[in-house]
């Protein structure tokens, strides 16, 4: 008997040098052989995605979260109303909120999402890392949330250089000296909103984890990384897989206190003398997930069984060493795929 | 010796080291210093299978065995 067709959405379609996770989680869906009919949610009208031959079916344009919850609400049960839709996967950081905020009003509408709960979505916050330390005995670099440049002149200690100077939900510079901070301040806060985060930076290697939370304690899911070469934005332009034993056993054990419903990238330091530092939790799929599918952890059709109530059983086991590398593809698109976009805000 | 065994070393001399992510490269000898080391065997051992292998004297043999054994080890890869 085949399997009943479910119909996924998903956000961050934009395939750029700053990539959104959309389009790898598309492919993992994909890969899984689950029968689906796959709706993109673009908030861009040249976002790649949208225009990928055999990568959606249908693409909607949303209006940004920071118009509000509102238009967001009335735009999703509109493309609801037309396709049924049974899962939404959404990407960004910056429309997280809005996700979890009305996850039960999704529910009660039929769409199923997998996301952490509000609580575990604010504390592990940027500006909210040294408490988050705290409370779960993790190790992190010093750092503090700041809303005023000239505090700057005044951190407290050990607060020195260099350090990073983070965005509050995006990107992170290095800093050596006042200039720069303040630059960076106003170039992030400008972008961003407040407050602006000033982080110790570590010397070490930077290693991450893409991971999968139960909302129960388990780790469904967990692989390592290193990054091999990382872009002027601080992207990761290719990578490899790691058996780093040490990073795991962190790994579940953030889970297992937190409790995480959802998926989520863990950003670490690892220093000569093997110590771990966590700079940052994602609540969301990072943009690298297909390096996990390709290791043998499908984590967005994981991501999909949860949210559709199933029952999926925790994965170990993933191959070492393998690698993700890459590129940029010319797609050559139609002004009359364009025009129905801008026109209609539908593809 | 136990970290050399989680190693993946290829005949071409190619080695990657699954807990960090690193790939090196090494030449005849390094990959035969590194089998032999697999296999247990002693400095002493090492340098009288080198020189019974290439045209070679046993205090070069010796000098180039401890210079890539340091290696090993800055790089953690031995123990």
């Given amino acids: ?347 | 010796m136990s970290k050399l065994t989680s190693l993946a070393i290829s005949d071409n001399g190619f080695i990657f080291k699954p807990s960090t992510g690193e790939s090196f490269t090494t030449n005849e000898i390094g990959l035969l210093i590194i089998n032999f080391l697999k296999e247990g065997k002693t400095a002493n051992e090492i340098i009288h299978e080198i020189t019974e292998e290439f045209d070679v004297d046993a205090i070069s043999a010796g000098r180039d065995l401890y210079e890539y054994l340091d290696f090993l080890k800055r790089e953690k890869m031995l123990d």
């Fill in chain 1, 1 to 347: 008997m085949e399997q009943k067709k479910i119909t996924i959405a998903v956000t961050g379609l934009n395939n750029i040098d700053n990539p959104g996770p959309g389009v790898p989680v598309i492919r993992g869906i994909k890969d899984s052989g689950m029968n689906v009919r796959v709706i993109g949610l673009a908030y861009e009208n040249l976002e790649p995605g949208i225009y990928m031959p055999g990568l959606v079916d249908k693409t909607y344009l949303m209006p940004f979260p920071s118009t509000g919850s509102e238009a967001f609400l009335e735009r999703l049960a509109y493309i609801h109303e037309i396709e049924e839709l049974d899962i939404i996967i959404p990407n960004f950081d910056s429309e997280l909120y809005l996700f979890i905020k009305y996850s039960d009003q999704l529910l009660k509408m039929g769409i199923h999402t997998f996301l952490p709960t509000m609580e575990q979505f604010e504390e592990r916050h940027k500006d909210n890392l040294p408490e988050y330390a705290k409370k779960y005995n993790i190790k992190v670099p010093e750092s503090i949330a700041i809303t005023n440049s000239n505090e700057l002149s005044n951190l407290p200690k050990p607060l020195s250089y260099p350090y990073y100077i983070k965005g509050k939900f995006y990107e992170a510079f290095k800093v050596v000296n006042k200039s720069q901070g303040v630059y960076y301040f106003n170039k992030l806060s400008a972008k961003w909103g407040l407050p602006i985060i000033v982080q110790q930076a570590i010397h070490g290697t930077e290693v991450n984890v893409i991971a999968l939370g139960d909302g129960e304690g388990n780790t469904v899911s967990a692989v390592a990384m290193r990054k091999q070469y990382i872009t002027d934005k601080g992207k990761a332009w290719g990578g490899i897989t790691l058996n780093d034993e040490r990073l795991l056993e962190i790994t579940h054990d953030i889970i297992k206190k937190t409790k995480w419903r959802g998926a989520m990238e863990l950003e670490m330091i690892k220093t000569d003398a093997g110590d771990y530092h966590l700079i940052e939790i994602n609540p969301r799929i990072p943009a690298w997930v297909y390096l996990a599918v390709g290791a043998g952890q499908n984590i967005p059709e994981m991501v999909c069984r949860l949210a559709m109530g199933e029952k999926v059983t925790p994965v170990r086991e993933y191959e070492y060493g393998k690698m993700f590398i890459r590129y940029s593809w010319d797609l050559i698109g139609d002004i009359a795929d364009f025009e129905k976009i801008i026109i209609f805000g539908e593809l």
